[in-house]
């Protein structure tokens, strides 16, 4: 399995910086940040600009978004964004990306709310059209919702293109994955965070219950096309977990175990965690000490020999 940190594109810089630098030390594989502009306190910065200023902070760890949500930008400039991005880090940057949800801002850009079927509509908009940029292919689209003639972007390092990661619980997001993506992620199977009752944690029997119902579906996707469902890597954001993970050896034992049965490739943990982050929680130094002891004892037990 790999293992990946989550961060919230929160000032100042260089803590951030260092988090993410500490997490490149201990051995995790990925970080990635959100995409939430215009939240002060919640998302500073723009996360494609913040990918390629850590890509020159770090030299190993993966740089990605969980998610790049479609209500910012039109797809041929994200492709723009994406292939600087990969050419700052050498090649090491994935493209996470979801039709986006409340918190939003949407009026903040001159837009009105969109129905969750126009959020899905844009996304498979977006990720066809940048699934041909990226690869360097000239392309020219009717819309409806992002019209392009004549576009282009310069070739990534990384081909055929830069990874595609496609966030999705529904079936039309799953057949989406199943078409253009190399993987899919989910939040594990917690409620999500916009439910009716969003401190409601649900066990870990019915989250990897719900979590192996999904990946089934996403395979039923990819048969009905003709794809292998191997080909796609499949990922967890550790959304409230329960246990959480990082409290205890044995309690990472169990989450990250259970996850590993039903062939999910990879893990990204949130930290600090939400409850630190936005709950009032403190962060101390014994947190980032139990954090650093849990994790560098138990990620390699997870990899194949050396």
């Known amino acids: 399995m790999r293992f990946g940190v989550m961060s919230f594109c929160r000032a100042p810089y260089d803590d951030l910086s260092a988090r993410i630098l500490s997490a490149e030390a201990l051995g995790f594989d990925s970080a990635w940040v959100d995409d939430d502009l ?22 190993r760890i993966r740089l990605g978004t969980l998610v790049t949500v479609v209500t910012f930008r039109h797809p041929s400039f994200l492709a723009s964004q994406i292939v600087t991005a990969d050419h700052v880090s050498h090649g090491r940057v994935t493209v996470g990306i979801g039709s986006g949800g409340p918190p939003n801002t949407y009026r903040a850009y001159g837009y009105e709310e969109w129905s969750p079927r126009e959020r899905m509509e844009r996304l498979e908009e977006q990720v066809r059209i940048l699934d041909s940029l990226l690869r360097g292919d000239t392309v020219g689209s009717d819309g409806p919702h992002y019209p392009v003639a004549g576009a282009q972007v310069s070739r990534p390092l990384q081909q055929p293109r830069p990874p595609i990661v496609v966030a999705a619980h529904g079936d039309r997001g799953m057949r989406l994955a199943a078409r253009y993506a190399d993987g899919w992620n989910s939040l594990g199977g917690q409620p999500y965070p916009h439910a009716e009752d969003p401190a409601r944690r649900v066990s870990l029997d019915d989250v990897v219950a719900e979590t192996r119902r999904r990946s089934e579906r996403l395979d039923a996707a990819c048969r009905d096309i003709g794809r292998n469902p191997d080909e796609l890597e499949r990922s967890v954001l550790a959304y409230r977990p329960v246990p959480d993970p990082l409290s205890s050896i044995d309690a990472f034992d169990e989450y990250v175990g259970r996850y590993r049965e039903i062939g999910i490739d990879e893990i990204v943990f949130y930290w600090p965690t939400l409850d630190q982050l936005f709950g009032g929680m403190p962060f101390t130094a014994a947190d980032q000490q139990r954090f650093e002891r849990v994790v560098s004892q138990r990620m390699p037990a997870y990899r194949p020999p050396a």
Do not use: G, Q, V
């Open 38 to 59: 215009n939240l002060p306190r919640y998302a500073d910065f723009e996360p494609w600009s913040l990918l390629a200023a850590l890509a020159r902070d770090t030299t």
